[in-house]
């Protein structure tokens, strides 16, 4: 059973910075989809940013150039380096891997862009 625990959530004035962290536990073989996702009250989840199964990665349009996915050096752990932020960008990330085809998703982590 893969579990995933994200942190690294808060909040940060609009231009402001934060970087998440998303670490896997559960196996010993390495997860290589594994990806970033976000939910605003009232809207659907979306994604943000990912590795796909190819290992490219996979960016929502209104974050490309602001954020970046990243492999920490521990295995199963992905950051998400997220510059130049925007109040729209509140939301609750969520980590996800998809590992044997089956979805495993993080208790999710606040952030909060104030204007």
């Known amino acids: 059973q893969v579990q995933l625990v994200e942190s690294g959530g808060g909040l940060v004035q609009a231009g402001g910075s934060l970087r998440l962290s998303c670490a896997a536990s559960g196996t010993g073989l390495s997860i290589n989809v594994m990806g970033w996702y976000r939910q605003a009250p009232g809207k659907q989840r979306e994604l943000v940013a990912a590795?796909?199964?190819?290992?490219?990665?996979n960016y929502a349009d209104s974050v490309k150039g602001r954020f970046t996915i990243s492999r920490a050096n521990a295995r199963n752990t992905i950051l998400l380096q997220m510059n130049s932020l925007k109040p729209e960008d509140t939301a609750v990330y969520y980590c996800?891997?998809?590992?044997?085809?089956?979805?495993?998703w993080g208790q999710g982590t606040q952030v909060t862009v104030s204007s």
């Open positions: 590795f796909t199964s190819g290992s490219s990665t």
């Open positions: 996800n891997a998809d590992f044997f085809r089956r979805d495993y």
